[in-house]
């Protein structure tokens, strides 16, 4: 992946996931890049082929990890079929456990602890 199809945002990864010793390290950071990517639109729609070139591993890998994450709730998947029974689309959608995390991990510290009063 060149420099320019590079993301620039932030992703998010809450303790639940962090800290799951059944997740791999990669499915965690994994988790991380879906969530930035749902951000947008509220889903992800990103292939397994641009996740596997992210991550240097097959599309197989990518499948199993996300299998694995949705095996665990910590996201649900939709397959998008058209009208002859065609997979058209897939969305992966953050748990809704963990979708509420994500807006305030932004705004929940609005002060920088720089900016405190100071009695000196």
């Not at 929940?108 to 720089?114: D, G, I, T």
Request: some cysteine; glycine content about 4%.
């Amino acid at each position: 992946m060149n420099e320019q199809n590079k993301p620039s945002y932030y992703a998010v990864i809450p303790s639940e996931v962090r800290y799951c010793e059944e997740l791999k390290y990669p499915e965690r950071l994994l988790y991380g890049e879906i969530t930035a990517l749902a951000g947008k639109e509220g889903y992800c729609f990103a292939t397994n082929k641009y996740f596997a070139e992210l991550y240097h591993v097959i599309p197989g890998t990518i499948s199993r990890w996300i299998s694995h994450l949705e095996s665990l709730g910590f996201v649900n998947t939709e397959i998008i079929k058209d009208e002859r029974n065609q997979v058209i689309e897939r969305r992966i959608y953050i748990n809704c456990t963990y979708r509420d995390v994500i807006p305030n991990t932004y705004t929940q510290n609005k002060q920088y602890p720089y900016k405190q009063k100071c009695s000196i």
